[in-house]
């Protein structure tokens, strides 16, 4: 059994209504999530805490504070703690686009504020001791494509707007490294969308099973960094070019989402096509979980930088049917126990 205790192990409670909905699966309910969460056991560890959905039916953006309240005793409950939460900027959950029109970036402005809001309170009240309040730029790559430069700048000013709200409340965002989201479905131009935005309380999320996208270019083909004929067999390529893409994303990178992927997009639901996440123990996964892991965790010369005060497991999409067994989320488990064992520490 590993003596490590932190990064502490978080699980994702929006695979619950990621995907969902909207003609796809039904939602599946926060407590279910919860539960399930907490009575996960591997060789008697446990999650430390779960980061939060703040939208419909999980959390509600518009939750008084004493809404609030009973949200926090609900998870404390559980004997769990909370740590980065998502503000929901789109359009159907009452955002708009980050370049949208000025209403729509007053909307996206209007959420970021209520989520930090949100978790600012969860903060004082004792339940969420680090984490981040995460962002992304509700627009497509296709629609940002249609003005590159412009779409940027709007994008930038908008979450510069979102990130003085945001100070405020003593939160800090992370913007989303994921192919689906116009201005950050390439690495170097989710890099260049962070440099302009100009903010100290900004940085990255990364997420095992959207980053691994980048390498393939998936939406930003001339920012693909793995050849176009690349074999998965070829396990020294791939580990070079995650070792270059995180090299260039590491500096901005304040979460961190431990995950794997089959090398294909997905969608579901009105989520659009993204990273398809798999199961902890997928035989198509692509990845090696607890080494692959430690491109974000260790620093170029394989130190630990600890960073990240918690990881989080995110595995949005799978069927229902996966998600209510509970040895899928004692496999999670495992997998992020793992991880800890051999990129954790001691305190």
Request: proline share 4%; with cysteine.
């Amino acid at each position: 059994m590993s003596i490590n205790n932190f990064p502490k192990l978080h699980n994702a409670a929006w695979p619950g209504v990621v995907g969902k909905g909207d003609g796809a699966e039904p939602a599946i309910p926060l407590d279910t999530m919860l539960s399930m969460t907490a009575a996960a056991e591997v060789d008697g560890q446990r999650f430390d805490g779960v980061d939060l959905f703040l939208a419909d039916p999980h959390v509600s953006i518009d939750s008084s504070a004493d809404d609030i309240k009973r949200l926090a005793d609900r998870i404390a409950e559980y004997d769990l703690a909370v740590g980065s939460v998502v503000a929901p900027v789109w359009e159907p959950t009452g955002g708009g686009s980050a370049m949208g029109t000025a209403e729509q970036r007053q909307r996206y402005v209007n959420q970021v504020r209520k989520a930090c809001s949100i978790a600012h309170q969860l903060r004082d009240l004792g339940l969420r001791p680090h984490g981040i309040v995460r962002i992304d730029s509700s627009c497509s790559p296709a629609e940002w494509a249609q003005d590159p430069l412009q779409n940027t700048k709007r994008i930038a000013q908008t979450m510069r707007e979102a990130c003085d709200v945001a100070a405020d409340y003593g939160e800090t965002l992370a913007a989303e490294g994921e192919i689906c989201w116009g201005g950050m479905h390439g690495w170097k131009t989710m890099i260049s969308t962070l440099e302009a935005v100009d903010r100290e309380n900004i940085g990255f999320q990364a997420d095992m099973a959207h980053t691994l996208l980048y390498l393939l270019g998936y939406n930003k083909e001339d920012e693909r960094i793995l050849p176009s004929d690349f074999d998965w067999q070829d396990r020294a390529t791939l580990q070079a070019g995650l070792a270059h893409l995180a090299k260039a994303l590491r500096p901005w990178t304040i979460d961190f989402h431990v995950a794997q992927n089959d090398g294909t997009v997905h969608g579901s639901g009105s989520h659009d096509k993204t990273g398809r996440h798999c199961p902890a123990n997928d035989p198509n996964g692509k990845l090696i979980i607890a080494e692959d892991a430690g491109h974000w965790l260790r620093d170029d010369e394989g130190q630990l930088t600890k960073r990240f005060r918690h990881i989080c497991w995110d595995g949005c999409m799978f069927p229902n049917e996966v998600m209510l067994q509970q040895q899928t989320w004692n496999d999670i488990l495992g997998a992020m126990i793992s991880v800890r064992d051999q990129h954790g520490w001691v305190e």
